[in-house]
Each structure stands twice: as structure tokens, then as C-alpha cells.
């Protein structure tokens, strides 16, 4: 079996999780991303690009994704390009120091 | 990307992938050299008013050539030193990110006192200020490139 892991490059999750930390990835049918998670969605403007953002709020399918930065020019999300559709989470991210291997 | 486990001790290879976590840039291009050009010229214009010599001949002509030469270097000096704020403005609150006051604890007071400088450099013709604005705008010269990890020199065009 492989398991898939996700590795950040950039800022826009800091403090919480700096870059380069690596998460393992939990997807398929029985993951339901919830508000709160850490999550891999596909960038709603570029397709070959895959992101990593907190979900801050699930509404009629939509889901708002947030960086943690408290810098308002730190984030690409949400805020930029809109609600993404659950469909474009492709699962959700756990550190890897918060789980035991 | 298919890797192999980093200790070497266990054959489960996982696959990796490179997920973004940037911030928004409308371009992504920024550059401390904008404003130290500007920073320059003003520098520029201000030893020019404190070198230029009151007319010998007083004449129409002669102070009419004077005035106008002097109100250049004037104007110039403004409008540098505000376009010079605007570039620091830009790079302190759209390039720089909290993060980097973990290792440039003295960023916010360094663009404080270059900004400061800017406005005071259009108030007065003052060769001091005009040299502190300079020394500020090479200061954040240095922050800048060590937390882009290169290694640029300090160059002016003057």
C-alpha cells in the first residue's frame, strides 16, 4: 500500500504549520472534511495546482478556505478566488508529529 | 513523486505531493532598488540646491534662470522622496510578513524612520537627512535579500 503525503512550500499557513512541514493526506469516501480541517484542494484558477487551507465555513456545498497567516496579503484563498466546491478537496491534512505512524 | 521512506529502514515508499501555500502577489516582483534609485535622486537634488550659487549679475534674466533651475531641483527632490515612500510603503506592508520580524526584529522602526526620512528630505534641503534616508534604504536592502537567501550587493547608481 502507498500512502500519500503532502508537503507545503510558502507562508500562508504559518504560525501554525511553516513551510515545508508535511502532512499526511486522508481521503476517500469516508473522509468528510469538516470546518476546521486542514485541507488539499485544487486551486479553482490554475489546474496543475494543488493548495493546502483551513476550511473556515461549508455552505450548500461551497467551502471557504482560509490560510492561518494572519497577514492579509500572506493568503491566497478564499478571500482571492472565492468558494471552492467540495469536489475540488481532495482530503484532509494531518501532521505528521500529531499522529503516530 | 514516489520516495522512499528517508531512514532507509522501512521498504514502504509513499507518494509525495508538493501542495502550495502561498500568499497573493499581484505580480511578485519587488525590488529595494526601486526606491534606492529614488532615495538617490533625491539625494541628488538636494546637494544640487545646497550647491547651486546665487547669480553674481542681478538681472531679470539672471534670476529668472536661477528661480527656475532651483524650482526644478525642488520639484524633483518632491517628487522622488514621495515616490521613494511609496516603493518602501509598498515593500513593507505587501512583501514583508510577520515572520520576519522573528529574524529582523528592527523591520517596522527601519521602514518607520525611512518613511520619516522621505517626508523630511521634502520638507528641508538637508544633506543629513538626505544621507540617513540612504543609510535606511540600504538597511532594508540587506533584510530583504537575506530573507530572499541571496546575496546581493549594495550598489548605487551615484
Redesign the interface.
Known amino acids: 500500500?502507498?500512502?500519500?503525503?503532502?508537503?507545503?512550500?510558502?507562508?500562508?499557513?504559518?504560525?501554525t504549520?511553516?513551510?515545508g512541514t508535511e502532512f499526511d493526506?486522508l481521503s476517500g469516501d469516508s473522509i468528510q472534511p469538516a470546518v476546521g480541517d486542514v485541507v488539499?484542494a485544487s486551486?479553482p484558477f490554475h489546474s496543475n495546482?494543488?493548495?493546502?487551507?483551513r476550511i473556515q465555513s461549508i455552505d450548500d456545498g461551497l467551502v471557504f478556505l482560509v490560510?492561518d497567516?494572519?497577514?492579509p496579503?500572506?493568503?491566497?484563498d478564499s478571500h482571492?478566488f472565492g468558494s471552492v466546491s467540495l469536489d475540488a478537496i481532495q482530503g484532509v491534512c494531518v501532521p505528521r508529529e500529531e499522529h503516530d505512524d | 513523486m514516489?520516495?522512499l521512506n528517508p531512514n532507509g529502514m522501512e521498504d514502504?515508499?509513499?507518494?509525495?505531493?508538493?501542495?502550495?501555500?502561498?500568499?497573493?502577489g499581484p505580480c511578485g516582483v519587488y525590488d529595494p532598488a526601486s526606491a534606492r534609485v529614488a532615495g538617490e535622486a533625491v539625494q541628488s537634488m538636494t546637494k544640487k540646491m545646497l550647491a547651486l550659487e546665487y547669480p553674481q549679475v542681478f538681472s531679470s534674466q539672471s534670476m529668472a534662470t536661477y528661480m527656475n533651475t532651483m524650482s526644478r531641483y525642488a520639484a524633483i527632490k518632491e517628487e522622488e522622496a514621495q515616490k521613494c515612500k511609496k516603493e518602501l510603503l509598498v515593500l513593507w506592508?505587501?512583501f514583508f510578513?510577520?515572520?520576519h520580524l522573528d529574524a529582523h526584529p528592527e523591520l517596522h522602526d527601519t521602514f518607520w524612520n525611512a518613511a520619516k526620512l522621505c517626508s523630511a528630505c521634502k520638507v528641508e534641503v538637508s544633506a543629513q537627512h538626505a544621507q540617513e534616508l540612504m543609510d535606511a534604504i540600504e538597511a532594508i536592502h540587506n533584510m530583504f535579500w537575506s530573507i530572499k537567501g541571496r546575496e546581493v550587493p549594495w550598489i548605487r547608481a551615484s
Open positions: 500500500m502507498t500512502t500519500v503525503r503532502v508537503r507545503i512550500s510558502g507562508d500562508s499557513m504559518w504560525p504549520y511553516p513551510d493526506l488539499l486551486h495546482l494543488q493548495i493546502v487551507k490560510g497567516n494572519p497577514d496579503t500572506a493568503s491566497e482571492n | 514516489l520516495v514502504t515508499p509513499y507518494t509525495l505531493i508538493e501542495a502550495s501555500a502561498h500568499c497573493d506592508t505587501d510578513k510577520p515572520i
